[in-house]
């Protein structure tokens, strides 16, 4: 039994000394004399010493307290039985641990680049600004990116609804909670157990209230249990996060505690490799898919934070939601021209769906340009064509604006499930002029045009 001592503590930071010993990185440490506390071994700390991540019992911790070492990873119960349950990062829910017939560690390689398998197929969520502007990919990572309030969580919760309840969807789900409100969650549990889909869904929680340990380590417990559905059970998976900028957040109170060199942007000097070990073991393989979205808090509606920027490379849709389009009365706040999809080639939507997208992207960013000329002098100094192209645009706008089924009850308006091929067909008519006589306020909120 390999026996260490505590030197220190700072905050969720122990500093442990062993003697003659030398623990991996990711081991599991207890106390000697409670095997409740949970440390993992996380770097060097200098001669002898280690700095250990400390999950549970902080409280009973205290200098010169002996440590034993494991010789175990951080591991997670992984399997079907953890579907219809809500979790901690252990593992547990209100009765106690999942019984589970396997565990895993939460620290994997991501698969090698031959048994990746690039994504080729839409996704639908009947939401119309999405599946026209920036399709999701099936098999592909989506970030829907926003600043606080302007939407991110209700629309990860209405693509929940209309993939898994609505569409049908037979993948398994895998929902992971990371540093956002726990009254979120409740109200998705609710939702999925109301429309009888909770049993094909794991959820993960690791709220604002936790410490910065377990909310660093719940995204990696999330993932555990995707790999293990995707890779064993050859299931094909849905992989919701909600939100990673807490998980960047929490890496770095961490660092903080170690008294590690900020990069230059502030954050730890880690913040790349973290993020990669995480979103590249996201993919798809030859055993089956996993289609993961996430949300990504904007700090200060500021898009070139560090935290967000390094996110943007491993994305096959970005999604942006604008505070200018939340002000202006549209949901969802989709910023149309901002948003984009490797999944705009003619070879995956059809060669349709790209003209008219093309047509369509041209007419907003004419009238984006006409827009300060209008509030200076008004729509009536524009030529001819420029009032033409002005006005099919606050059509379009317009029409890419719906109600939510989860959003109902607060509303009071029934939600809308608009096929894409319809939605297509609808902006082919827009831009051909075909409404050219109709007001554009008559397009708010309408669902398809009939």
Do not use: W
């Amino acid at each position: 039994m390999i026996k260490g001592r505590i030197k220190s503590l700072s905050g969720n930071i122990a500093t442990i000394e062993f003697l003659g010993y030398s623990p991996k990185i990711h081991e599991m440490a207890t106390l000697e004399n409670d095997r409740t506390v949970q440390i993992e071994i996380l770097k060097s700390a200098g001669r002898d010493q280690y700095f250990g991540l400390v999950y549970s019992g902080v409280d009973k911790i205290n200098k010169g307290k002996k440590v034993i070492a494991t010789g175990l990873p951080f591991e997670i119960p992984v399997g079907r039985e953890l579907l219809g349950h809500v979790i901690n990062i252990f593992g547990e829910n209100d009765g106690g641990p999942v019984k589970t017939k396997e565990k895993r560690s939460i620290f994997h390689n991501s698969p090698s680049v031959l048994s990746a398998h690039p994504p080729i197929e839409i996704e639908e969520t009947g939401i119309k600004a999405i599946d026209f502007f920036c399709p999701i990919l099936r098999g592909g990572k989506t970030g829907l990116f926003g600043g606080a309030g302007v939407g991110k969580t209700i629309l990860l919760t209405e693509i929940i609804h209309n993939v898994v309840v609505l569409a049908g969807s037979k993948s398994s789900c895998v929902f992971t909670g990371v540093g956002e409100r726990i009254r979120e969650g409740q109200e998705l549990y609710e939702s999925l157990k109301n429309n009888q889909v909770l049993p094909q869904v794991a959820m993960v929680f690791g709220q604002m209230g936790e410490n910065a340990a377990i909310r660093f380590r719940t995204a990696f417990s999330g993932v555990t249990i995707g790999e293990y559905l995707r890779d064993e059970e050859r299931q094909d998976v849905l992989f919701f996060i909600d939100n990673i900028f807490r998980f960047a957040q929490a890496g770095y109170e961490l660092s903080t505690l170690m008294n590690s060199i900020p990069s230059e942007g502030g954050y730890q000097p880690d913040l790349t490799s973290e993020m990669a070990d995480f979103h590249e073991r996201l993919v798809s393989t030859d055993q089956a898919s996993m289609t993961t979205v996430e949300t990504i808090f904007i700090p200060s509606d500021d898009v070139t934070d560090p935290a967000v920027q390094e996110v943007f490379p491993y994305l096959d849709t970005n999604v942006i939601l604008s505070r200018k389009v939340y002000q202006e009365g549209r949901f969802p706040a989709i910023d149309l021209l901002s948003s984009t999809s490797s999944g705009l080639g003619a070879d995956i939507v059809g060669e349709t769906h790209e003209k008219v997208l093309r047509v369509a992207q041209g007419i907003l960013k004419k009238a984006s340009s006409l827009e300060r000329i209008v509030s200076l002098v008004g729509e009536g100094e524009l030529s001819s064509a420029d009032k033409v192209i002005y006005k099919r645009a606050g059509i379009i706008k317009n029409y890419m604006t719906q109600n939510f089924f989860v959003a109902e009850h607060q509303t009071g308006k029934k939600g809308n499930f608009i096929k894409r091929q319809k939605t297509v067909a609808d902006v082919k008519d827009i831009v051909e002029g075909k409404y050219d006589a109709k007001d554009p306020g008559e397009f708010l909120y309408i669902g398809n045009v009939k």
